[in-house]
């Protein structure tokens, strides 16, 4: 065969890189990952997905009330041929991520997931920022032209499409359980079961290397977490890097404007590619 020669280089080996360049490339990177990227790494993907997730470190207690200040995010998978599940996460002013409830519902219409939303919005006396669903929920029927996403709509549950990136997005739970700002109550033990169990699909035995895929089982509440992960708002800047300062100066132009969560959607559902995007 063919003489093959592999060279790898580090990121550190880039005399054009500095410091903040690799940090910020590097940001929000599993710790896989980041060897994968920075040392030029193949590394294989198998076993469990979240193998840092550990009991006695990411389970808290149930909470008899949210803290002040947070922002509350809901994560849906409507569950068309599977349990509907969602889950109930808030982000404290050091971005810690906290699932704090969670519902999973067998056969059930989406007027029924929505009632049992409401109800538990009740029971927290809280109006989440915003909901997020899988993006397959745009999906239309050919016969009605309808989908889950106007469903969910009809009955007081408006949401935005998820991420669908499922690499991005567990890489992103990766690197908060690593950093300890990702945790889950008691009152969510189906979720921590499905955190445990999460592994990725063993390869094909004809050696054909394709992407590294997580079996698609037991991810009813997983991932709407990766959803609610991958739309975290707005990240601290430099300028301001106190996040509850941060979002209280922007709802506080959202509300002098009088723009709510309506106006944003009939601004995004208005914009199409940018010049020079191809599908």
């Known amino acids: 065969g063919p003489d093959v020669s592999i060279v790898r280089v580090d990121m550190d080996d880039n005399p054009a890189l500095g410091e903040d360049e690799k940090r910020l490339a590097l940001e929000g990177l599993s710790e896989e990952e980041r060897r994968a990227r ?18 006695s470190t ?3 207690p149930d909470l008899n009330r949210l803290p002040e200040f947070t922002n509350v995010v809901v994560g849906i998978d409507p569950g068309i041929r599977h349990p509907a599940g969602v889950v109930w996460s808030y982000f404290d002013t050091d971005d810690r ?17 929505c009632e049992q939303i409401h109800r538990k ?38 949401t935005i499409a998820g991420q669908h990136d499922v690499r991005p997005g567990i890489n992103r739970i990766k690197e908060r359980i690593e950093s300890d700002r990702f945790y889950v109550t008691t009152r969510c033990p189906l979720l921590a079961n499905e955190m445990e169990r999460y592994r990725w699909k063993q390869p094909p035995r004809n050696s054909e290397l394709g992407p590294e895929k997580p079996v698609k089982e037991g991810d009813d509440l997983v991932d709407p977490v990766r959803y609610i992960a991958m739309s975290r ?4 800047t ?7 300062k941060l979002m209280r100066g922007r709802i506080e132009i959202l509300n002098r404007k009088g723009l709510g969560l309506p106006d944003i959607q009939r ?7 940018l010049d020079g995007a191809r599908g």
């Open 233 to 236: 708002p707005y990240l601290p």
């Open 238 to 244: 430099r300028d301001e890097p106190d996040y509850d």
């Open 38 to 55: 920075k040392e030029g790494r193949y590394v294989a993907l198998h076993g469990l997905i979240y193998a840092d997730f550990r009991r």
């Open 58 to 60: 990411h389970i808290v």
């Open 121 to 158: 919005n009740a029971y927290w006396n809280v109006k989440p920022i915003f909901y997020v669903i899988d993006p397959s929920a745009m999906n239309r029927e050919h016969i009605t032209g309808r989908n889950q996403q106007m469903e969910y709509a009809d009955h007081g549950v408006v």
């Open 97 to 113: 991520m906290v699932c704090f409830d969670e519902l999973l519902m067998e056969g059930a219409t989406a007027a029924q997931v």
């Open 267 to 273: 601004v995004i559902d208005g914009m199409g590619p």
